[in-house]
């Protein structure tokens, strides 16, 4: 799919999607539909140090929080194209290291940022690390920040849901935990490569029940190969039931130079269906979960979806995305973070990484700091992905208003009817929710234009390139 926001009237897949359900989403019109999941912004990366970073104090008034990367898996999904590398022996050498880096931060952050809103474990796979080396790192950040109000995430695989595993995590401080499901039928989980059975996911949401947690989130992904409606509406059914708190819903989008975007480009593996039933899917999950009673507060991308039950807002998707947006330290090989006016990223390389933590420095790698221009833009191209974009703190902020600062890019999105403009709110239309990445990029500055998001193999070649070792 094109990832440029090229305004044409042909969709970019060449469907016709104007065949959809007539009481369905129209995606006929001028804008043509992205699909690239905005994650990052500013893109128009480079090489950044550790210098860089402290040039700037913490702001903070936003709020303040913590994600760490474990990019470690028992076995590596065909389908994932996130950074990550085989455990075998590391998590327990990595788990130390995180713990070096976190008290790197000491001097980083600015002295009066003295708590964390959120605390959020993103891999990879974070659940390789023994419930001990969670607890340890979180007793590290707590020597720094006030954790008693903090969300603490760990994004946990099903098949690790053991109750004696589930029970440590809780006593060491993680209070909301979130299943990679992916799907209850065992014939997708097959058909992606998952390494974990229809009976693990099933289990796990009652498991952390049992084990004392409150708050639980379940992952889900459509448009998998092989898979039709009736399959992804008896997943939909399955996480209802399961009683999680929050569900999200998401597109897989394939690499297709990865192991298993190379098998159906080859044709040994069953393709996606198009992009007409793509669409279907998606309000599929947004129709069936509202019916359930979640509520949709958030999009990671024109075909991903967070929802939940009252009061179940995953605090770091909140916080690091709705407008005006946080900061927060990345910690961890290939993590993302967004601190004392910079975009970050972390090595990637898990040697380079090693030697340079425990050489005592900053593994930072690549970044931005922001320009004026990138921060009003930042504000918004993350910011409409919570469906309101509150206009009042942009205009504190910059001391103008939005539609001064994009007067174009609004009358665009009104005139396609992806977004609607009140004197308080610029809303996200149920037709918008399905052109997220569209109406993102329709706000990216002249710096970034037509730049695609930094993916794991550019940022370690670049790492390649400065450091000399791809290890």
């Not at 703190?393 to 396609?416: H, I, K, N, Y």
Request: net charge negative.
């Amino acid at each position: 799919m094109s990832i440029d926001p090229d305004l044409s009237d042909a969709d970019p897949t060449g469907q016709d999607l104007s065949a959809l359900d007539p009481n369905g989403p129209d995606l006929t019109g001028p804008l043509a539909r992205e699909c690239e999941y905005i994650t990052y912004f500013p893109v128009n990366i480079r090489p950044l140090t550790p210098a860089d970073l402290t040039a700037r104090p913490t702001d903070g008034s936003a709020g303040f929080g913590i994600y760490l990367h474990v990019p470690l898996c028992d076995q590596i999904c065909p389908f994932c194209n996130y950074n990550k590398f085989l455990s075998g022996t590391r998590p327990d050498r990595l788990g130390g290291l995180l713990e070096q880096e976190i008290a790197l931060y000491g001097n980083v952050v600015a002295p009066h940022i003295d708590r964390a809103d959120f605390v959020y474990f993103g891999g990879g796979t974070p659940s390789v690390l023994s419930a001990a080396r969670i607890g340890s790192l979180l007793a590290r950040l707590r020597e720094r920040f006030d954790l008693t109000a903090a969300e603490v995430c760990l994004e946990c695989h099903p098949a690790h849901a053991t109750p004696e595993y589930l029970s440590a995590l809780r006593e060491a401080g993680v209070n909301r935990i979130s299943f990679g499901v992916q799907s209850f039928d065992a014939r997708m989980l097959t058909a992606i490569g998952s390494h974990h059975t229809a009976e693990e996911s099933a289990a796990c949401v009652p498991a952390a029940r049992r084990a004392g947690f409150d708050n639980v989130a379940v992952d889900l992904m459509f448009l998998l190969p092989g898979q039709d409606m009736d399959s992804w509406s008896a997943d939909l059914d399955r996480a209802v039931c399961t009683g999680a708190d929050h569900i999200s819903a998401y597109r897989m989008l394939l690499d297709p130079m990865g192991p298993l975007g190379r098998g159906i480009r080859l044709g040994r593996t069953v393709p996606q269906a198009g992009e007409a039933t793509e669409v279907r899917m998606a309000q599929t999950a947004l129709d069936t979960l509202a019916a359930a009673g979640y509520r949709h507060y958030g999009s990671c991308s024109s075909a991903g979806f967070d929802l939940c039950l009252p009061g179940r807002e995953s605090v770091y998707e909140l916080r690091h995305r709705a407008a005006p947006q946080c900061e927060y330290a990345a910690i961890g090989p290939g993590a993302v973070g967004f601190l004392n006016g910079s975009v970050y990223w972390n090595i990637h390389t898990l040697g380079e990484y090693a030697r340079t933590v425990g050489g005592g420095a900053l593994p930072v790698l690549a970044g931005r700091r922001l320009t004026d221009s990138d921060r009003r833009s930042r504000y918004a191209v993350l910011g409409v992905k919570h469906i309101e974009l509150p206009l009042a703190p942009f205009r504190e902020r910059f001391g103008r208003t939005l539609r001064e600062a994009f007067p174009d890019t609004l009358d665009l999105l009104a005139a396609s009817g992806l977004t609607e403009e009140s004197e308080d709110i610029l809303r996200v239309t149920p037709r918008g929710v399905h052109y997220m990445d569209t109406i993102s990029k329709a706000f990216f500055n002249a710096d970034n234009h037509r730049l695609p998001q930094p993916y794991k193999p550019e940022l370690q070649m670049m790492s390649v390139d400065l450091h000399g070792s791809p290890a």
